[in-house]
């Protein structure tokens, strides 16, 4: 099987790499399961760190170009692709700073993978990812569920909505077999923070157990949905394998999350450190950031994604954990 992984160099593309790598084989439909003979990990630029176990693997090509370049992602599908992630975006705040090119690459971009995907006329499995950013707006409840209106209020959000509805259709005409993974904020991304409205969200973790103090941009009582990296993979591995029967018309699927608060967070942090030096919660807030984040929804009714075996943490308490493991003590 081989598989294309886009923002491949990205923090979650390398991790889903590496899990692949680490299974070996993957059984789509609940069939034979077929084993990983190639992934090829498409960024801009190659990363600055490699996950552990991927820049020399055998099994491992990386890609260097622009997914909005057209002739670029024809190149990917040179030779035959049997599943593709297409995690490539333009994140939040950066696609508010920038419209034109949010749109040419979350949006032309987009059109780019699925059409060469559709291109090979193998039916080919495709795991978009999109984010509850796809959902705002005046009337949008406080618990949001894969039924709910999406009403995005950021360019990213409506980028975002927009690739389920492809995924949608083309999987309708049957151009590919698609679906689409919904995630909540992701925690807790290691390295530098990025240009997304929530990366402050894993530097609430991150910069406090290194010892350095953290700038809380929004109000502590804030409610955010959150989800660990390991259950984020794990989920996006698990919707791949799913049969399209169990997803009916409605491929978009979202990840079911911890419902919590900034406090709760930070609160974490304190009860998992492991009697660390912490670093300092400082609330200084940013009204840009608030804005853009208090539109998303408050809380994610995930109860349809866990009736199909996709995983959620236990308590906050865990991710921080396996993030010391991960990251820290190793």
């Not at 950031?289 to 308490?317: F, H, K, M």
Request: net charge negative; glycine share 10%; aromatic share 6%.
């Amino acid at each position: 099987m081989r598989i294309l992984i886009t923002g491949g160099a990205g923090f979650l593309g390398q991790r889903l790499a590496a899990a692949l790598l680490q299974r070996g084989e993957l059984s789509l439909d609940d069939k034979t399961a077929s084993p990983v003979s190639s992934i090829v990990l498409s960024d801009l630029q190659e990363p600055p760190r490699w996950h552990a176990g991927l820049k020399d693997n055998p099994l491992v090509q990386f890609g260097t170009g622009d997914i909005a370049d057209g002739h670029y992602v024809q190149s990917l599908f040179k030779d035959k692709v049997h599943l593709v992630f297409h995690l490539a975006s333009i994140v939040s705040s950066h696609g508010e700073q920038d419209f034109d090119l949010a749109l040419r690459v979350n949006l032309d971009g987009t059109r780019h993978v699925f059409d060469n995907a559709r291109s090979q006329n193998n039916n080919t499995r495709m795991v978009f990812t999109s984010s509850l950013a796809a959902f705002g707006g005046d009337h949008m409840p406080s618990t949001i569920n894969d039924h709910t209106k999406q009403t995005a209020t950021t360019t990213y959000g409506t980028t975002k909505t927009i690739g389920e509805l492809l995924i949608n259709d083309y999987s309708r005409k049957g151009f590919l077999d698609g679906r689409t993974a919904r995630l909540p904020t992701v925690i807790i991304r290691p390295g530098k923070p990025n240009k997304a409205a929530s990366s402050f969200v894993s530097g609430l973790f991150r910069e406090p157990l290194n010892g350095e103090d953290c700038v809380v941009p929004v109000d502590p009582a804030m409610p955010m949905a959150v989800l660990g990296y390991r259950s984020i993979v794990d989920g996006i591995i698990r919707l791949a394998e799913l049969p399209a029967s169990s997803l009916g018309s409605e491929r978009a699927l979202g990840l079911p999350a911890l419902n919590v608060t900034v406090q709760d967070l930070m609160n974490a942090v304190a009860n998992a450190g492991h009697g660390r030096a912490l670093g300092k919660h400082i609330i200084k807030y940013d009204d840009n950031i608030a804005r853009i984040v208090g539109s998303w929804p408050q809380a994610i009714d995930g109860s349809r994604a866990l009736s199909l075996g996709l995983p959620v943490e236990n308590q906050l308490e865990d991710i921080v954990e396996y993030y010391i493991a991960d990251y820290l003590t190793n």
